[in-house]
């Protein structure tokens, strides 16, 4: 990354931070110690280890396996580069993004999951080896080799900004559903960009209010995947509350367990980040039994 795009990121995520201090949004968070450094330590983590390193590494790699084809790909037209990109880095994360969704790989994707808020802080909030797995990131890698690297950039801040709103603790697409004549461009941006109504319907705690979708609005940048592999749910609404009920029933994990499971591992009563673990997951039956005695379900 050069210094301009280091400033306009930086300028992106202070402009989101100040909305949501200036609109009084922060003070609804109620963070705990271990989400500030479950939340801090993993940006400085992905911006400073894990993405570097995976560019390293394909740098190589590609260096060795096709020497010659470094910037190979430079002259292409910067929409078909923005299309490459679509596909390369967004579809493959869309579809990361799903199967982290079920119990084998849950572990890696719970501490996104985990914050009771919503705001831009949990943008990047996940495990470690999360990101080292992400395929988009590694193909973005290749297609930097081949000569990406300026229209990357310009990607990056691109979806940046869709994905820091789409968390935001301040619902921006609010006034599009509010006002009729702007439903027309709310139809449309709903369609095409993840935003605060869909997106916080994933991260909502239950899917019982007949908003939250956490089987579901998977899509980073674009809301399209989801449309197009049937997973898209839009109600213009948002849920009350986000979370896990998990930790409403047992207590939080600690941080590092969350971040750098399976090093570290739970010594919760039931919990996903200990091996063989299992998600707890509310059993809708007829008796309202002790949730804490149901019996425990992969989150799917």
């Given amino acids: 990354m050069n210094l301009v795009q280091n400033i306009v990121l930086a300028s992106i995520i202070l402009a989101f931070a100040l909305a949501e201090i200036v609109s009084g949004k922060h003070r609804n968070f109620h963070a705990t110690h271990d989400d500030t450094k479950l939340e801090l330590f993993m940006f400085l983590c992905l911006l400073a280890v894990s993405q570097p390193l995976i560019f390293a590494v394909t740098g190589k790699l590609c260096a060795l396996v096709m020497p010659d084809e470094r910037g190979a790909w430079a002259q292409l037209p910067w929409w078909a580069m923005g299309a490459i990109l679509l596909v390369g880095d967004d579809m493959t994360q869309y579809w990361w993004h799903r199967i982290s969704h079920s119990p084998r790989l849950w572990p890696l994707h719970r ?40 229209a990357y950039l310009g990607y990056i801040v691109i979806k940046l900004t869709v994905i820091l709103g789409a968390h935001s603790a301040v619902p921006w697409d609010a006034p599009l559903y509010r006002n009729k004549w702007l439903h027309p461009l709310a139809w449309v941006l709903e369609r095409t960009v993840s935003t605060p109504a869909t997106h916080w319907a994933h991260h909502a705690l239950t899917n019982d209010d007949g908003i939250g979708h956490y089987k579901g609005n998977f899509g980073n940048l674009l809301f399209v995947w989801d449309l197009l592999f ?21 207590g939080k994990e600690r941080w590092f367990v969350e971040m750098f499971y399976p090093v570290f591992r739970s010594r919760r009563a039931h919990s996903a980040l200990v091996p063989g673990g299992r998600a707890y997951a509310e059993v ?9 005695l149901q019996p425990l379900a992969g989150k799917t």
């Fill in 230 to 250: 049937g997973t898209a749910k839009i109600t213009r609404l948002y849920p009350p509350k986000v979370g896990l009920q998990d930790d409403l029933v047992f």
């Fill in 111 to 150: 501490a996104h999951h985990t914050a009771h808020y919503m705001s831009i802080r949990i943008t990047y909030r996940n495990n470690f080896f999360y990101y080292l797995m992400m395929p988009g990131l590694w193909v973005a890698g290749v297609l930097v080799y081949l000569g990406f690297g300026d």
């Fill in 284 to 292: 809708e039956t007829a008796e309202h039994r002790d949730p804490a």
